[in-house]
T-cell receptor, first 114, second 112 residues
Framework: GAVVSQHPSRVICKSGTSVKIECRSL??????MFWYRQFPKQSLMLMAT?????????EQGVEKDKFLINHASLTLSTLTVTSAHPEDSSFYIC??????????FGQGTRLTVV | DAKTTQPTSMDCAEGRAANLPCNHSTISGNEYVYWYRQIHSQGPQYIIHGLKNNETNEMASLIITEDRKSSTLILPHATLRDTAVYYC?????????????FGKGTTLSVSS
């Protein structure tokens, strides 16, 4: 089946720094990708929709200047958490739907801001 | 998309069938029932989906009631590796431009 690769799987950064997370569709093209955030013992919350060649659309309450999304090609979307703070520590997951019947998810990135 | 209701948690003995229910009483005629699961600290994994007929694949079976207001995901022989959070999602087909919206799901614990 189709594969979505997310990198890095874990990252620890200092408060105030920025972190970039990559999401790649390995064997199919994705004009749209989705970014989710998941806090401990909670469900996945949709943050934004990444659109190839155009601006991302953000869900209500998600700061677009803090969570920068770039979808530069049909196989790569990146999420940059800018000026990270401890409250941004979370599990970030990307998803890319293929043209078939299911959506594929990356393995997730565990971000810890210290 | 229609709202779904699932039990918060369920337990199952290894080797037995796990039957996970989902209520979706407001489902529309063109909405499918999808099941995904999330093993701890991993991304969600597609299991199965259906419209009105029962479906079976190598992972599970999906039983949808005739009125389509509820469904049951069946793992025929649960293993320890099936311990995960199972999400029942109702939506209008897989449209590339729309995201899956996750509820709280059911935490299935399989024990030996």
């Amino acid at each position: 089946g189709a594969v979505v690769s997310q990198h890095p799987s874990r990252v620890i950064c200092k408060s105030g720094t920025s972190v970039k997370i990559e999401c790649r569709s390995l064997d199919f093209q994705a004009t749209t990708m989705f970014w989710y955030r998941q806090f401990p013992k909670q469900s996945l919350m949709l943050m934004a929709t990444s659109n190839e060649g155009s601006k991302a659309t953000y869900e209500q309450g998600v700061e677009k200047d803090k969570f920068l999304i770039n979808h530069a090609s049909l196989t790569l979307s990146t999420l940059t958490v800018t000026s990270a703070h401890p409250e941004d520590s979370s599990f970030y997951i990307c998803s890319a739907p293929d043209t078939g019947s299911e959506a594929f998810f990356g393995q997730g990135t565990r971000l810890t801001v210290v | 998309d229609a709202k779904t209701t699932q039990p918060t948690s369920m337990d199952c003995a290894e080797g037995r069938a796990a039957n996970l229910p989902c209520n979706h009483s407001t489902i529309s005629g063109n909405e499918y029932v999808y099941w995904y699961r999330q093993i701890h600290s991993q991304g969600p994994q597609y299991i199965i989906h259906g419209l009105k007929n029962n479906e079976t694949n190598e992972m599970a079976s999906l039983i949808i009631t005739e009125d389509r207001k509820s469904s049951t995901l069946i793992l025929p022989h649960a293993t320890l590796r099936d311990t995960a959070v199972y999400y029942c999602i109702v939506r209008v087909g897989h449209q590339a431009g729309t995201a899956l919206i996750f509820g709280k799901g059911t935490t299935l614990s399989v024990s030996s």
